[in-house]
């Protein structure tokens, strides 16, 4: 595939990808350091740790448009919520 029709399905001008492949020709090949052809690859150890989020503690509310307030505490079951939530979203006639 040409270079030019790389570039415009790509959807980039011809001239930019041009451009680019001077630059790169310009600055030269990267070079590797010396010790890094003669040492071979070092391993760091790694430690996991549990995940730093915060704990909530408080009650979550949840404000429906009828007026109504729901405190939801930590642990609760999400389907027993969602019940709640619909009873609680019902208008109560007068």
């Not at 009828?66 to 079951?77: L, M, T």
Request: hydrophobic content about 40%.
């Amino acid at each position: 595939m040409s270079a030019e029709k790389f570039a415009r399905r790509e959807g980039y001008k011809p001239e930019q990808l041009y451009w680019w492949r001077w630059k790169l020709r310009a600055d030269g090949p990267s070079q590797p350091s010396p010790s890094s052809l003669t040492e071979p690859p070092r391993f760091l150890p790694v430690h996991v740790v549990a995940d730093a989020s915060p704990v909530v503690t408080e009650p979550i509310e949840i404000a429906l448009p009828n007026g109504r307030v729901v405190r939801v505490r930590p642990g609760f079951d999400p389907a027993t919520l969602e019940r709640v939530l619909a009873l609680a979203a019902e208008e109560t006639p007068c």
